[in-house]
């Protein structure tokens, strides 16, 4: 599957639990401006391509249509990784956040084994 650029009120349907399907999404906020998001950009598009993922969304967000974002979700900075599940029944949806790698990547700040590491252990 591809990434998918999702909207501030697309991100807002998720957050809130209007999503009632049964989803697991992978959701990478970037900025234009970032260097590192550009460079990450291509390894979060082959990730997303492998059929090990297949069921998964992969989405991305650009935090500028989302102003608040980074205060709503309790992180600081791009690029920032997610693994969301979107609501079942009358649960909310629950968000993972990929940590800070210890030793970031100095072109992409996350290393391709960690992203895999991360969906492997959240998303599958």
Known sequence: MSVTRISNKSLDKILSGEIKENVTCILK???NDCHMCHALSDYYTDISKEDKYKDLHFLACNVADCPDIEK???F????TIFVIH???GNRRPSLRLLPEP???NQKTWYKVGDIKKFINKEAL
């Open 29 to 31: 906020f970037y900025s």
């Open 72 to 74: 709503k979700l309790n």
């Open 76 to 79: 600081n900075g791009v690029p």
């Open 86 to 88: 979107t609501s079942v």
């Open 102 to 104: 210890e030793e970031p």
